[in-house]
Each structure stands twice: as C-alpha cells, then as structure tokens.
C-alpha cells in the first residue's frame, strides 16, 4: 500500500492513515459540499491516483445530480476511487468479443472491493439511498435542487455539523482507506 501513499503520508501507520482519510472527508464537505467529490478528494490527498478522477465524480453528489433518489454520493465517489485500483482497464475491454480472461474476469474481481463499501453503508445507515440517510442523519429529507430546501439543510447543519453529512462523507472515506489498505497490506 505504501507505494499507492503520497510521499507526504507514507510515515502514518494504517489507523492513522484511516483517521486522516476521514478527518479529511469532513473537512472537504463542510468546505466544499458535495459528498462524491469530497470523498474522491480526501483520498486523492492521501493516494497516487489521477486528478480527474476527482473532477469525475462531481454530478454525483445529492443521490444522483441533487435529485436524491440515487445512491449517496459518498457511496458512488468510493466506489470511484476503488475502481481506480481494482477495477476492469480499458484495454480489457472489447467491442467486437467476449474475452473471459482478463475482460469479463477483471471485472468480477472488482465487484468484491464495492461489495465491501456497499456492506459497510447497509450496516452503517441502513440504507445507500441519499433520501434514506438525510432522513436518519436529520430526521426528514430535504430536496437539494430546491433553494429553499437548500437553506433549510444548511441551516440544519448539513454541511456545517460534523455530525450530518460531513461524517457521512468522513466514513465513506475511511472505509475506502480501510479497504485499500487490506488489499494491499
């Protein structure tokens, strides 16, 4: 895993590395909102991975493009850093065949890292819904594409309480940080 760290990290031990992964994650959403992106960012500031990756997941924030009903952007921007490591390369893909090995087998093998985020969320929130989390983090949902339901959800400390989505967005990185580190170790 040491090789995947940023010079700048490589001396933290893996709870530090996991701690680091989430207080970053809090801090990127409660500074730059969108729980996707700040998940993919606090990673990105920890590991060697591609910059637009970060860029990437920006329309994923708000259950789908603030639309709530998709999977919480927390939950997708992992999913994205995880594939980055994990996931199926283009050059494995083809257009005009099916080729078990390594096509469709690097793609299964992918499957079993999201697996582990998706199980950690379910147990966690009970849910990978964005509308399902507002409602257990605030006790309602409040429809993000709205500018009144906007302000009304950060003045309830969406962005602002370390305890609402900032640490939503805190798990979901340090989940992913555990999982790497797992993989890797």
């Not at 998706?118 to 500018?147: M, P, V, W």
Request: proline share 4%.
């Amino acid at each position: 895993m040491n090789s995947h760290v940023r010079p700048a990290y490589r001396n933290l031990s893996s709870v530090e590395l996991m701690q680091k992964a989430y207080d970053l994650g809090v801090a990127y959403e409660m500074n730059s909102f969108s729980c996707s992106q700040s998940t993919v960012a606090a990673l990105y500031r920890l590991l060697d991975f591609p910059e637009v990756i970060v860029k990437a997941a920006s329309s994923n924030a708000g259950g789908t493009a603030l639309q709530l009903m998709g999977t919480c952007g927390g939950l997708v921007g992992g999913i994205m850093v995880l594939d980055t490591f994990f996931g199926r390369p283009f050059e494995h893909m083809s257009d005009t065949e099916i080729i078990q090995d390594p096509n469709v087998n690097d793609l299964v093998a992918a499957h079993p890292k999201a697996k582990a985020l998706y199980d950690k969320y379910s147990a966690e929130y009970g849910t990978i819904i964005c509308a399902n989390i507002q409602h257990r983090l605030f006790g309602r949902t409040y429809y993000l594409d709205d500018a009144d339901e906007m302000q009304k959800f950060n003045a309830a400390g969406g962005h602002s309480d370390p305890k609402k989505c900032p640490s939503m967005v805190g798990n979901a990185a340090r989940w992913v940080m555990e999982i790497l580190l797992a993989h890797f170790s």
